[in-house]
């Protein structure tokens, strides 16, 4: 089983929907990346958390430490956001990541 | 802010042969780490150096290895590559070890023949 896993591993939308994607570990963390990944390999860094929850505009995310769970949430998704999102934990100086998920937003 | 930038974009290499990619970090950050990411599979973490000290390394081979200099460059060298050693390989510098944004260059793909 792998220590990050995160769900689900595809996900296609219609323009304007609300997004969920999950990510789930099982190692004690010293903070959470929630990443972007374009084709060609790009990758921007959207979110680093340890506790709460984080907005950048139509962006949300949250964690759960007891939980061991966070979420990325997008508002009102728009074909841009279409990308690979990874989350990504820290872990004694080891990140670990996700196989990431998949999202296609269609106009 | 320059950004985090790579080189080369692209390289072919034999197996057997050695090679160095290089980065360059932003403007005080004392932080980079590099990755190794096979097609259609998420980044591994290959280590990280903090000040010029490797400060953390993931499940590579000793045939992996790095170095930071005090200008906020860094390299990553394989010897003896392999055909398992195609894929894009990622730095990402940060201010510090912990509770740091990370920020990627666009990376390095490595074809091993």
């Known amino acids: 089983k792998n220590e990050v896993e995160q769900s689900p591993q595809n996900l296609t939308a219609q323009e304007g929907e609300f997004i969920t994607i999950n990510c789930s570990y099982s190692?004690?963390?010293?903070?959470l990346h929630w990443l972007q990944q374009h084709p060609g390999g790009g990758i921007v860094s959207l979110f680093m958390?340890?506790?709460g929850k984080k907005k950048h505009g139509r962006l949300i995310a949250t964690i759960n430490i007891q939980e061991k769970h966070s979420s990325l949430h997008i508002t009102a998704s728009h074909p841009r956001d279409s990308a690979v999102y990874i989350c990504?934990?820290?872990?004694?100086?080891?990140?670990?990541f996700g196989a990431g998920t998949r999202l296609t937003v269609k106009p | 802010e320059t950004g985090v930038t790579q080189s080369p974009t692209h390289l072919i290499k034999t197996r057997g042969q050695q090679v160095t990619l290089r980065c360059s970090s932003q403007s005080g950050h004392n932080t980079v780490s590099w990755y190794q990411q096979a097609l259609g599979q998420g980044p591994q973490f290959i280590f990280q150096y903090y000040r010029e000290e490797e400060n953390g390394r993931g499940n590579f081979p000793p045939r992996f290895s790095g170095l930071q200099f005090p200008n906020y460059s860094s390299e990553l060298n394989v010897n003896a590559l392999e055909l398992d050693d195609s894929a894009l390989y990622l730095c990402?510098?940060?201010?510090?070890?912990?509770?740091?944004?990370?920020?990627f260059g666009n990376g390095t793909r490595l074809t091993v023949t």
């Open positions: 958390l340890s506790s």
């Open positions: 990402a510098s940060s201010l510090d070890i912990y509770n740091s944004p990370l920020h």
């Open positions: 990504a934990v820290l872990n004694n100086n080891d990140m670990r």
């Open positions: 190692v004690g963390i010293s903070a």
